[in-house]
Antibody, heavy 117, light 111 residues
Framework: EVQLVESGGGLVQPGGSLRLSCAASGFSFITHWMGWVRQAPGKGLEWVAGINPDGSEKSYVDSVKGRFTVTRDNAQGSLYLEMNSLKGEDTAVYYC??????????WGQGTLVTVSS | DVVMTQSPLSLPVTLGQPASISCRSSQSLVHSDGNTYFNWFHQRPGQSPRRLIYKVSNRDSGVPDRFSGSGSGTDFTLKISRVEAEDVGIYYCMQGSYWPWTFGQGTKVEI
């Protein structure tokens, strides 16, 4: 069974940094594209970033380019999202997801990031 | 970015009756590889989204056959043949043909 468990969310001040983690199990992590999707409170879904199996290709939505970095550790089966220069509009539940057929196949339960002073 | 527009945004349904949600994209979703990367997701209150349909009409494993997807180019439809109580929640369309992948605003389905 595919399991994706996010962690690292919390309250951070504007301009601050946070690192999200996603522990993956139950599938061959090393062969899968992975991604992050976020959902602001009471709002819809927004793609944030994607990364290919060996970490050599990364894509970001324009609103986070230069501030967020997606990485992975295939030996550990983990996905990360380093978030810097955080803004109020980054407040959201962040979901980790496996990617396949240009889509999100399996989703984690999400971790809440709140950017507020 | 490709804009995905869903209608209606709110859909009152009756148990046992059919329901339909439409999604229109701002440009054709036919990818350069010939595939159309269009998906439907369902999110129940307090839960993570779950993919129902991928590449327009393919149901994911475990998705009841009362759900069906159709469409082409820029116009797509999700149909529920007979609504059940567990079908309430928000349905999102999503395109994966162009980065950044984009979602529709969501359609809230309630009994």
């Amino acid at each position: 069974e595919v399991q994706l468990v996010e962690s690292g969310g919390g309250l951070v001040q504007p301009g601050g940094s946070l690192r999200l983690s996603c522990a993956a199990s139950g599938f061959s992590f090393i062969t899968h594209w992975m991604g992050w999707v976020r959902q602001a409170p009471g709002k819809g879904l927004e793609w944030v970033a994607g990364i290919n199996p060996d970490g050599s290709e990364k894509s970001y939505v324009d609103s986070v380019k230069g501030r967020f970095t997606v990485t992975r550790d295939n030996a550990q089966g983990s996905l990360y999202l380093e978030m810097n220069s955080l803004k109020g509009e980054d407040t959201a539940v962040y979901y980790c997801a496996t990617l396949g057929d240009h889509s999100a196949v399996h989703w984690g339960q999400g971790t809440l990031v709140t950017v507020s002073s | 970015d490709v804009v995905m527009t869903q209608s209606p945004l709110s859909l009152p349904v009756t148990l046992g009756q059919p329901a339909s949600i439409s999604c229109r994209s701002s440009q054709s979703l036919v990818h350069s590889d010939g595939n159309t990367y269009f998906n439907w997701f369902h999110q129940r209150p307090g839960q993570s989204p779950r993919r129902l349909i991928y590449k327009v009409s393919n149901r994911d494993s475990g998705v009841p056959d009362r759900f069906s997807g159709s469409g082409s180019g820029t116009d797509f439809t999700l149909k529920i043949s007979r609504v059940e109580a567990e079908d309430v929640g928000i349905y999102y369309c999503m395109q994966g043909s162009y980065w950044p992948w984009t979602f529709g605003q969501g359609t809230k389905v309630e009994i």
